[in-house]
Nanobody
């Protein structure tokens, strides 16, 4: 079973930066298009960014120019660099396959942006 573990979240002021990491237990990063999702209370889950082992990438319009998704050379970890954070970026962030069927969801990492 694929295990995904996210980290790097925290509490930051508006305009701050965070770098999220997601370590995969198998070579899913090599074989799958991976995505970062955001879950916020009272809102539907949002797909924030996707990236394959190549360079194909999707970014939600609201984060374009501020977020960037990357993978490490070994294709074991995916990152989400988040700059110029806004309060509306607050939520719990998860990585997973970008499309159904999804792997078992990891614990996620909480991002809270204060105004």
């Amino acid at each position: 079973q694929v295990k995904l573990v996210e980290s790097g979240g925290g509490l930051v002021p508006s305009g701050g930066s965070l770098r999220l990491s997601c370590v995969a237990s198998t070579d899913v990063v090599r074989l799958s298009t991976m995505g970062w999702f955001r879950r916020s209370p009272g809102k539907e889950d949002e797909l924030i960014a996707t990236r394959s082992a190549g360079t194909a990438m999707y970014l939600k319009d609201s984060v374009k120019g501020r977020f960037r998704m990357s993978v490490n050379r070994e294709l074991t970890t995916v990152y989400l660099q988040m700059d110029a954070l806004k309060p509306e970026d607050t939520g719990r962030y998860y990585c997973n396959s970008a499309t159904d069927p999804y792997f078992h969801w990891g614990p996620g990492t909480q991002v809270t942006v204060s105004s």
